[in-house]
């Protein structure tokens, strides 16, 4: 069983837990889109469940990874770190635009897989967020709002293209895994941070290492 046969399942599921959802795809479904015997799947991942599982873990291991990197750089603002983590997810979910609607929705949905995936990924977000603001609050570039609330408007704005995508499509006629999308949508998040989020209180002096 090699590693080709392994992403070709992968590959597979994705598009058809995306067109079909996750209980209206089966096992022979993904094993025939993938060409391969369905004796493989249970090989990589024993049987359904853990194929949505690991799709979960490959969608936010990637997606926390762009947050800790871009954190890394906190010192240098935070109003240019949520600036950098906004562009980096905002690309990451164009890019696997499939997988994101996939995630997103199923997200939506109460579960075991989900509540597991709440638990670890989603509070990791939550901290990095928090911090962000936090220290935006401290060194006076953001005004002063309410954290849980920044989060909502936030993710709000990084979801909503891939959780409406049909919408998108059919309604407005935009493509969310388009170069062109990504850079004029992007504009709209800095546009938010800038105008909402930040202060005209100058930053404190010293708060920003360069």
């Known amino acids: 069983m090699n590693k080709n046969a392994k992403e070709a399942i992968v590959k597979a599921a994705i598009s058809l837990f995306n067109s079909n959802g996750y209980s209206g ?10 060409n391969v015997n369905p004796a493989a799947i249970a090989y990589h991942f024993k049987n359904k469940t853990g194929l949505l599982e690991y799709c ?6 990637q997606y926390i990874s762009k947050i800790e990197d871009a954190y890394a750089f906190i010192d240098r ?7 950098r983590i906004a562009a980096d997810l905002l690309f990451y979910q164009s890019e696997h635009n499939q997988l994101t609607s996939f995630v997103y929705r199923e997200m939506s949905i109460e579960s075991q897989v989900v ?3 709440m638990s670890t990924y989603s ?5 990095y967020f928090q911090k962000i603001f936090e ?6 570039e953001f005004r002063p709002h309410s954290i849980p609330y920044l989060i909502i408007q936030l993710k709000g704005l990084l979801m909503m ?4 995508t049909s919408y998108m499509r059919e ?16 504009k709209e998040i800095h546009l938010w941070i800038d105008k909402t989020l930040c202060s005209d209180v100058p930053i404190k002096k010293g708060a920003v290492v360069k």
């Open 25 to 34: 795809t089966s096992i022979r479904d993904i094993a025939s889109l993938a």
């Open 56 to 61: 979960f873990m490959h969608f936010f291991e």
């Open 77 to 83: 603002g935070a109003k240019e770190c949520l600036k």
């Open 115 to 117: 509540r597991e995936i």
């Open 123 to 127: 509070l990791k977000e939550k901290y």
């Open 135 to 140: 220290r935006g609050f401290e060194w006076n």
């Open 161 to 164: 293209p891939f959780m409406n």
């Open 171 to 186: 309604v407005l006629y935009v493509f969310p895994n388009e170069p062109f999308f990504q850079q004029k949508y992007l």
